[in-house]
């Protein structure tokens, strides 16, 4: 697997307008509303997405409901690793598998048209392999 950049990293909150204080009041992040409460940026260096990700569009994402599994250790961060393509994403999830990983998610196409597939470490952090076709027209740009 050859992972080309970071995608994105998003805070997962339980408490999103809280957090908000500090990543928007206190560190003047431009982070806008995309949907709900769900609040990033695209225009912040070193990453290419920055977001506060509310704990229910995270569970929806997921699992397809707004609520957490009990069973499941509460994530703090989700970190999102961007592969060259649709297939170097299957091969990954695949790769993945085969190591003895298990999923949240297969490879799922998000409304937006970004492919990807989770699975969450013991250490609560939501890890996705991704393909955004829009990311690789604005570096080919």
């Known amino acids: ?5 970071v995608t994105s990293v998003s805070v997962i909150s339980a408490t999103p307008a809280a957090s908000r204080k500090l990543y928007v009041d206190a560190l003047s992040l431009p982070l806008k509303r ?15 997405h920055f ?13 397809g409901t ?4 009990k069973e499941l250790p509460i994530p703090q ?3 999102e690793f961007e592969l060259r393509d649709a297939e170097a994403l299957a091969a990954g999830v695949q790769e993945l598998e085969s190591g003895g990983f298990k999923l949240l998610h297969g490879a799922k196409t998000e409304p937006w048209g970004q ?8 250490d609560g952090v939501i890890v996705g392999l ?4 829009s990311l690789h027209e604005k570096r080919n740009s």
């Not at 995270?58 to 699992?63: G, L, N, R």
């Not at 707004?66 to 599994?69: A, C, M």
């Open 77 to 79: 961060v989700s970190i």
């Open 66 to 69: 707004d609520v957490w599994p």
């Open 115 to 122: 492919m990807v597939a989770r699975l969450l470490t013991v």
């Open 130 to 133: 991704s393909y955004a076709p």
């Open 1 to 5: 697997m050859h992972v080309e950049l």
């Open 34 to 48: 995309l949907d709900g409460e769900y609040f990033a940026t695209e225009q912040l260096e070193g990453v290419r």
């Open 51 to 63: 977001g506060v990700w509310p704990l229910n569009q995270a569970a929806e994402a997921c699992f």
